[in-house]
């Protein structure tokens, strides 16, 4: 079952917006964001464990961007501050494989992608 990103838009640079993974009747190991902007390859931003919730992040976006889960709903998501125009990008979510290494960025260490939600960042 693949998973299910939505809360895109358009928002002004400073702005901030949240994302959010659903994975309905799923179990997994954790979640990673990736993002893809126009022209070039998709890029790792976050990651967060299921099991206890521990995150890692992409240089570019530590201290600006927190991803956070919640069990009950099996919902990620992905809080985006501080945006800037180079953050636009079609935000996708997957699973980490699990027999991939805990802190892969690596996009083939994911499966179950959705079909991602545009953000768009003005200047």
């Known amino acids: 079952v693949q998973l299910q990103a939505s809360g895109g838009g358009l928002v002004q640079a400073g702005g901030s917006l949240r994302v959010s993974c659903a994975a309905p009747?799923?179990?997994?190991?954790?979640v990673g964001w990736f993002r893809q902007a126009p022209g070039k390859e998709r890029e790792f931003v976050a990651a967060?464990?299921?099991?206890?919730?521990?995150?890692y992040y992409a240089g570019s976006v530590k201290g600006r961007f927190t991803i956070s889960r919640d069990a009950a709903k099996n919902t990620v998501y992905l809080h985006l501050a501080s945006l800037k125009p180079e953050d636009t990008a079609v935000y996708f979510c997957?699973?980490?494989?699990?027999?991939?290494?805990?802190?892969?960025?690596?996009?083939?260490?994911?499966?179950?992608w959705g079909q991602g939600t545009q953000l768009t960042v003005s200047s």
């Open positions: 009747g799923r179990t997994f190991s954790g």
């Open positions: 997957a699973t980490l494989r699990a027999s991939s290494r805990w802190s892969s960025q690596d996009q083939h260490d994911f499966d179950s």
């Open positions: 967060i464990s299921w099991r206890d919730g521990s995150t």
